[in-house]
């Protein structure tokens, strides 16, 4: 990985401590089974030069004519190697990641709420593989640093990065508790699908408060249940099949969650059932989805019997100074 770009722009700010995790004795540090793959795939990738870069629904880099049919042949397959491809769609040089989630559907029912990120430095908790925090520059933000500890994801969007590399967008295999603690640096914070992921939620929200400037945005989505403020869903074993959730909120339960850190300002700005329109299998995720985790004609409850998921996003502010 170059990391030149990204050494540059943070030495000398408040963004300085993050300099030991941005090198590749860093990298080399990393233990896990697919890390020596995924960066030899990387290295593979076919040497193209991308003549455009369009953040929209897609996120397209390149053109099919910026490169000749054996090196895009080469190119897709070394992108399927990297399957399975959750959060998209990306198009890269023509080709088309049509990914497990249409995350374009997320990005749509918050864009319009949140603060402008117009110039903002932001924080992407839990990237995945980055489609969000590119969407995050495309609305304008001058910085996106996201936050993926899962490096297969980690690994899809180096293999994106390559092609962009100029875009201030950069991810790091990290964990939001790795991070240094109370950067406050940054103008808004995304915490989207990692909540009820953690074992203490209210740990996780002070971490995110602590990223936050004074009068920063944090823009929060998980799922849900039904119910009034104290009440939250510890699943016993699995829920829809996930075998890493501790708790998940009434929406109630997350603001009053949210006012008990010191965040002001809650607005409820979504609420949204997660359909197979948005979470469906495809050959870039040819795996079990969300339909193999519900149960019965309805898809009312998940195999487990839970409510089916339900997902909303809050939006809210760490006071001013
Ligand atoms: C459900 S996905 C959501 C991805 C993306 N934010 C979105 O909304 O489409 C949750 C992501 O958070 C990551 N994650 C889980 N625990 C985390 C933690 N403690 N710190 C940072 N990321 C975490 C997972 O690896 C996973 O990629």
């Known amino acids: 990985m170059n990391f030149t770009k990204l050494k540059d722009c943070i030495a000398g700010s408040e963004l300085q401590p993050l300099l030991p995790f941005i090198s590749d004795e860093f990298l080399d540090s990393i233990r896990h089974g697919d890390h020596y793959r995924w960066r030899r795939l990387v290295s593979d990738l076919p040497a193209l030069q991308a ?73 992407d908790v839990g990237s995945g593989n980055g489609y969000s925090s590119f969407r995050m520059f495309g609305s304008g933000a001058s910085l996106v640093i996201g936050l993926e500890p899962h490096i297969p994801y980690y690994g899809q969007f180096c293999a994106i990065k390559h092609y962009a590399p100029d875009a201030p967008v950069h991810v790091l295999p990290l964990t939001m508790e790795q991070m240094p603690e109370s950067l406050e640096c940054f103008d808004t914070v995304f915490s989207m699908g990692v909540l009820y992921h953690r074992r203490s939620p209210l740990d996780h929200l002070l971490q995110l408060f602590g990223q936050l400037v004074p009068g920063g945005q944090l823009v929060m989505e998980t799922i849900y249940v039904d119910g009034g403020s104290g009440y939250s869903l510890v699943p016993r074993e699995r829920y829809a099949r996930m075998n890493n959730v501790w708790f998940i909120p009434s929406v109630p339960s997350l603001v009053q969650w949210l006012e008990k850190v010191g965040f002001v300002n809650i607005e409820v700005v979504d609420e949204s059932l997660t359909t197979s329109v948005e979470q469906r299998q495809t050959t870039w995720m040819p795996y079990d989805s969300l339909i193999d985790a519900l149960s019965g004609e309805s898809q009312e409850q998940t195999i487990e019997g839970y409510p089916a998921p339900r997902r909303v996003v809050v939006i809210c502010d760490k006071p001013g100074s």
Do not use: C, Y
Not at 93 to 114: C, M, N, P, T, Y
């Open 51 to 123: 003549s455009a870069l369009e953040i929209g629904e897609t996120v397209r880099i390149g053109k099919r004519t910026d490169g000749d049919p054996e090196q895009l042949a080469n190119l897709e397959s070394l992108l399927r190697e990297l399957i399975p491809w959750r959060k998209g769609p990306f198009e890269l040089f023509g080709v088309f990641i049509d990914s497990e989630w249409q995350s374009q559907l997320k990005w749509a029912r918050l864009a319009h709420r949140i603060a402008p990120l117009q110039g903002r430095r932001v924080l």
